[in-house]
């Protein structure tokens, strides 16, 4: 079964602090990864898109790296501020995954960041 | 770039009613997904367009559920006869192309409340 974790499920740290958020897949055959931001009560965000060739992508305070073979992304998130506080969504698109372009989604990670 | 809109914002039914949501897209988008969110889990594939063709449908689709979307704009998902088990955020989201080369946008989502 194709299946994204993400760890930690929460996180809570001081702001200005430089974070990583971990996601992992079962599956190496991929078409891309994509993260998303969700504040609560709202829809989601997309962050950053990784193709499946690519290993990082970059917007502002964000890098994405992937990791195709160890089945394995990180979000690193520099100089956090208080307005990163939301659930961090990393979503994978599989080849031959149910949906043929849907995307399968981890539970996410809920990020703190303490003023 | 108005966004993606979903309408309404949160129902709340009773258990055996049908409810509608709808979906518009962002404007040059062709394609259209629908999602399905509970709480504390990522979202969940349902079935998606390309323009108005109704290209696949998740297993979670049961036959109580139908999606349209007639003039390859505007999307409806019905539910008929609803559950206590569809309370849930449904999420529509579109994007420009293969999803492998764009990603994907989403609408604030409605919230059902089924009782």
């Known amino acids: 079964k194709q299946e994204v974790t993400q760890i930690p499920a929460a996180l809570s740290v001081p702001e200005g602090e430089n974070l990583v958020l971990n996601c992992s897949f079962t599956?190496?055959?991929?078409?891309?990864l994509q993260w998303f931001r969700q504040d609560p009560g709202k829809g989601l965000t997309s962050l950053l898109l990784?193709?499946?060739?690519?290993r990082e992508q970059t917007s502002g305070r964000l890098n994405a790296s992937l990791d195709k073979s160890s089945g394995r992304s990180t979000l690193y998130i520099a100089a956090s501020q208080p307005g990163d506080s939301a659930t961090y969504l990393c979503?994978?698109?599989?080849?031959?995954?149910?949906?043929?372009?849907?995307?399968?989604f981890g539970k996410g990670t809920h990020l703190i960041i303490q003023p | 770039d108005t966004g993606v809109s979903q309408d309404p914002r949160h129902k709340i039914t009773k258990r055996g009613q049908n409810v509608t949501f709808r979906c518009d897209p962002i404007?040059?988008?062709?394609?259209l997904y629908w999602y399905r969110q509970t709480l504390g889990q990522g979202p969940e594939f349902l079935t998606y367009?390309?323009?108005?063709?109704?290209?696949?449908k998740s297993r979670l689709l049961s036959d109580r559920f139908s999606a349209e979307r007639p003039k390859g704009s505007f999307s409806t998902l019905e539910i008929q006869r609803t559950e206590q088990g569809d309370s849930a955020m449904y999420l529509c989201?579109?994007?420009?192309?293969?999803?492998?080369?764009?990603?994907?946008?989403f609408g604030n989502g409605t919230r059902l409340t089924v009782t």
């Open positions: 989201a579109s994007s420009s192309q293969g999803y492998y080369n764009s990603p994907l946008h």
């Open positions: 599956d190496s055959a991929i078409y891309n």
């Open positions: 990784i193709q499946s060739s690519q």
């Open positions: 979503a994978v698109s599989f080849r031959g995954g149910g949906g043929a372009d849907g995307l399968t």
């Open positions: 404007s040059e988008h062709n394609r």
């Open positions: 367009f390309q323009n108005e063709a109704q290209l696949e």
